[in-house]
């Protein structure tokens, strides 16, 4: 049992006709004005559920995507995400346009019992992801207690997750987080052996914490998406126009050191001269990619690697896609990667858990986040 409080926790009275405020995690993909893959909105309906049952009126932050300085852009809004919440509820759903007006409070205020209202992405606010508390105070101004139901953003001292939890009382977790936490937390403590993790995404900078709580646990450490490019860069490798973080070189450079065998990095990866450019990729081995040219995913012998360690673990944790899975045909390592951790559930007895997947639910994983 995790030791957070949740809104199992909450006095009845202390949810009746009060303003919920809930980050959740909508950072979905979206295309052509539609949300392509709903498994997050789907995942956070257990907490609304229920704070809706007990006469709340909730009132949704999320981010969505990586909008640039803090500022509105029209690809990154959560409008897409408002018909198909409404779909899944079963009810309207107000928008929030502008979190930071006077209108904004005085519509959550108007909310009727059990009434859902779904703010704009929170990193159209400057301060979000620098903690400013200026920021979590405005957000702080939508609600009279807090709950963070957004697992795959916890680790992110931002506004809307860090900031917004001292200023609102009570501050407790949501459904989702308590049993993500639950079965992270079992996973973590008694791990069935071989224990393997798989780490992706674009950035080391966004999983170093994560890699140096796991290293000192795990057998195996699968490294993929544009991180393991910092990574090449550190092994003193040419990337061509591969996204790395110059900073991060030397964190890269000492985890190498310490990990040894147990840090594994792909031995090859698909490249392009652009994303919008798939028809001209090829694979290539890990120190060959030419200038000009950038890593979108890893290849098919890293995804037959990565997947005979997989499918051979007892025990396997994963967070962050193989590449830039959002975008055909760069997702095949990411897919590879889903088949092989549900192939390896499959076989059981084994614990299997990716980031941003309602545990305990199905067998079978949807693409991670990003």
Request: charged fraction near 25%; aromatic fraction near 6%.
């Amino acid at each position: 049992m995790i030791t957070k409080k949740t809104i199992e926790n909450l006095d009845p009275a202390a949810v009746l006709g009060r303003r919920a405020l809930v980050r959740v995690d909508f950072n979905v993909p979206v295309k052509d004005g539609k949300v392509a893959d709903d498994t997050r909105i789907r995942a956070a309906l257990p907490t609304i559920e229920d704070l809706k049952d007990r006469g709340a009126r909730i009132i949704l932050l999320s981010h969505l995507g990586r909008p640039k300085g803090g500022a509105p852009e029209p690809r990154y809004s959560l409008r897409p995400v408002l018909p198909v919440l409404e779909q899944l509820l079963g009810m309207p759903v107000a928008f929030i346009e502008d979190p930071g007006s006077p209108a904004a409070v005085e519509a959550t205020r108007r909310l009727p019992r059990g009434a859902v209202a779904l703010v704009e992405n929170t990193r159209f606010l400057k301060g979000e992801e620098t903690n400013d508390p200026a920021t979590a105070k405005l957000l702080a101004a939508l609600g009279d207690f807090f709950v963070n139901d957004a697992f795959g953003s916890a680790h992110r001292a931002h506004a809307s997750t860090e900031a917004v939890a001292h200023l609102l009382k009570p501050a407790v977790a949501g459904l989702l987080m308590e049993k993500e936490l639950e079965y992270l937390g079992g996973a973590l403590a008694s791990p069935k052996r071989p224990f393997v993790a798989v780490l992706g995404g674009a950035k080391i900078s966004g999983k170093i914490d994560v890699i140096q709580n796991l290293l000192p646990r795990v057998d195996r450490v699968l490294i993929g998406g544009a991180m393991a490019m910092t990574f090449y860069r550190a092994k003193g490798v040419k990337v061509g126009t591969s996204l790395v973080e110059e900073d991060r070189i030397e964190m890269a450079k000492d985890l190498l050191a310490r990990a040894g065998n147990k840090l594994v990095l792909p031995s090859g990866g698909v490249i392009a001269q652009a994303l919008e450019k798939p028809e001209a990729r090829r694979e290539v081995a890990w120190d060959a990619i030419p200038d000009g040219w950038a890593m979108y995913d890893i290849d098919t012998a890293t995804q037959r690697q990565f997947a005979g360690v997989v499918t051979g673990a007892k025990t396997v944790v994963w967070n962050g896609p193989m590449g830039v899975f959002e975008t055909p045909p760069f997702d095949q390592g990411t897919i590879a990667m889903a088949r092989a951790l549900a192939d390896a559930t499959a076989k059981g007895p084994s614990r299997s858990w990716a980031e941003g997947i309602p545990p305990r639910r199905s067998s079978r994983p949807s693409s991670p986040a990003r």
